[in-house]
């Protein structure tokens, strides 16, 4: 978070491209330190020149080559040697290991000296860490039917008499199944009986490859293409419950990150300066169930898990007083995003004047699925038999949920803005900022018109595109106007007085046009 924004309002930018995820305006590439050459981040009342967000703009700048050669390689590596124990670790269990080993490379140099120069970087980060949580798992004996350690009476919903010795006999086949996706506890006791230990993997790679090439004694020409890759499983479900969770369930993630730029920059003369660049952003991040392999539908022989293959895995099966089993009923989810983006940005010295124009066109798209809930949802309370646990091996839930999704997200955006500024040195000592900038971003749309609203007046679901309703359920703001005002005083040796007025807009996400899906 910055200077009390949200923190998907802010602005990243990498030698100046679009560096942002519009899905969730997140970062793209995370490039390696060893890469940095510099970083600049503002924080408010910012020129002209900086838009799309409200809080934040931060710019990172990676390094070039010279006309000497330089290279380094590191090496960073920690292990379970000096690591105390968790404290819910139970000292009849092994240390949990934790493995962290980071290392890479930088080159940089020239090609042709005084003309074409090249620098890279290769980073890996790899990491090994358990995850220690306790968890609720049935005993043995009420796997096989014996409620009596539960406390509470069983109740027949057939004939709402009492099962004679708070035991179940007539276990549901589908509930056997169930219970086979507890793992045996490992502690003592009904209650937190269970202790899990699960590796959580972690694998990165970073990489960035710059040359720079002097056209002529007034032209420079750059090309940077940076990439990241992020492999990570976690072992436990998204928010572990008050009841803890079990392993067996958990996700992968799996991420890649391009971003890519050309830029050419002219130098007018001693007073002006022109820097045009192309530049090419994607963001791919696929949320995939531990057990996406696992065709449940056939292995437990029933036809509402008769998913197809990217549906695979378990329902989310929630007993009361137990720990959650099933994978997790938001996946799969995948998302793939692409940002092309021209700009121009063009500076002038005049004088006591120094001023800056510049335009900025960015084409977005979002092309994913989310399908939410297809595997389903049982619950087991207890309403039925007054026992959840008795819910369960009557083979009774008390709500269940299933989605069926057909409809893959197909969004597009486009933004352009433009912007003045003039920086004008009034005396030595005071400084004034005029500047505007406009911003229009075009509400996201579906080629194929995928999208539904709610009629407010009807209460009927509309079609995007038909109806009198617009393309993308909302109408367009052409009015974004974004004047900005500054003021710098040297008032005293010591002291400098600055202020600051600007109008800021979002160029808002993907994700709240996704929920029209």
């Known amino acids: 978070e910055v200077n009390g924004g949200r923190e998907e309002y802010n602005n990243f930018l990498l030698d100046g491209a679009d560096n942002n995820d519009p899905y969730i305006n997140g970062y793209v590439v995370e490039p390696a330190v060893d890469s940095v050459q510099e970083f600049k981040m503002v924080t408010s009342s910012y020129d002209a020149e900086y838009g799309r967000s409200a809080a934040g703009q931060v710019n990172v700048i990676t390094r070039r080559g010279t006309n000497d050669f330089h290279g380094t390689g590191y090496e960073y590596l920690r292990n379970k040697v000096l690591d105390a124990r968790n404290y819910f670790d139970d000292d009849g269990f092994i240390k949990p290991p934790y493995i962290r080993n980071q290392f890479g490379a930088v080159g940089g140099g020239p090609i042709r000296r005084d003309k074409t120069f090249f ?16 968890a609720v798992v049935p005993t043995d004996a009420e796997r096989g039917g014996n409620l009596t350690d539960t406390g509470v009476i069983a109740v027949n919903p057939l004939t709402g008499i009492p099962f004679p010795n708070d035991t179940i006999t007539n276990i549901s086949p589908i509930a056997a199944d ?32 710059r040359a720079d090439h002097q056209l002529s ?17 976690q072992p436990y479900p998204e928010g572990v419950s008050v009841n803890g969770a079990v392993p067996g369930f958990g996700d ?61 895995g378990y329902p989310t099966i929630s007993v009361t007083g137990y720990s959650q089993v099933g994978d997790d009923s938001a996946f799969p989810n995948l998302r793939h995003t692409n940002t092309y983006q021209i700009a121009d940005n ?45 819910d369960l091996l009557l083979g009774y839930p008390t709500l269940g949920i299933q989605a069926y999704a057909k409809n893959p ?102 994700i709240i046009g996704s929920a029209a899906y």
């Open 409 to 510: 997200i197909r969004l597009r955006s486009m933004s352009s803005d433009a912007y003045f500024q003039d920086d004008w040195r009034l005396s030595r000592d005071l400084v004034v900022n005029l500047g505007c900038r406009y911003e229009f971003n075009s509400p996201a749309t579906d080629p194929t018109n995928g999208m539904s609203e709610l009629n407010l007046q009807n209460g009927q679901i509309v079609q995007v595109g038909t109806n009198g309703v617009t393309d993308s359920g909302i109408h367009p703001d052409y009015k974004n106007f974004a004047p900005r005002l500054g003021v710098a005083w040297h008032a005293a040796p010591g002291l400098v007085v600055r202020a600051g007025y600007g109008v800021f807009y979002d160029a808002g996400m993907f």
């Open 178 to 209: 169930i219970l086979n996706l507890y793992p045996k506890s490992n502690l003592t006791g009904s209650v937190n009986n269970y202790l899990g230990q699960p590796s959580q993997p972690e694998n990165h790679v970073q990489n960035t490859f």
């Open 252 to 312: 992968y993630q799996y991420d890649h990150t391009h971003n890519a730029m050309i830029r050419e920059q002219h130098t007018f003369g001693a007073n002006a300066i022109n820097s045009l660049f192309i530049a090419f952003n994607r963001f791919s991040r696929d949320f995939v169930p531990q057990n996406d392999q696992t065709n449940v539908g056939a292995l437990w022989g029933v036809s509402w898990l008769n998913l197809p293959p990217r549906d695979y």
């Open 346 to 390: 063009f500076t002038f010295i005049h004088g006591k004047n120094t001023f800056n124009a510049g335009v900025d066109l960015r084409k977005l798209q979002l092309n994913g699925r989310l399908d939410e809930l297809v595997r389903g949802s049982l619950t087991f309370s207890g309403a039925i038999s007054g026992s959840p646990l008795g």
């Open 217 to 233: 004694p007034n032209d420079n020409l750059t090309l940077r293409y940076s990439m990241g890759i992020v492999n990570i499983f």
């Open 119 to 134: 620098f890279a970087n290769t980073d890996f980060f790899r990491q090994r860490e358990a995850q220690s949580v306790q």
